[in-house]
């Protein structure tokens, strides 16, 4: 029984990563020398709520849009994002 519980709980924790996650891992990864905080921005989006996970979403995908239109060079680490950004 103690077993079945346990898988249960485990079952509805979140183990796939979110757009804020996806947000924060590109921004730490491609800007993170231009002040970019990465600590203060997984503090921020931890425990991110659906709006907020779309807002995240729709700032990735704004930020990949607007790192290509500078040619700012992020060695590919948009592309793991790409499913989570809408491309």
């Known amino acids: 029984m103690t077993t079945l519980l346990l898988a249960t709980f485990l079952g509805c924790l979140p183990t796939a990563a979110g757009p804020c996650d996806d947000y924060c891992n590109y921004m730490c990864?491609?800007?993170?020398g231009d002040g970019f905080d990465c600590d203060q921005c997984r503090t921020e989006y931890a425990s991110a709520d659906p709006a907020l996970q779309d807002q995240c979403e729709i700032s990735l995908r704004e930020q990949i849009d607007a790192d290509e239109s500078a040619a700012v060079d992020c060695d590919g680490i948009g592309s793991p994002t790409d499913?989570?950004?809408g491309r």
């Open 29 to 32: 990864a491609c800007h993170a």
């Open 83 to 85: 499913t989570a950004a």
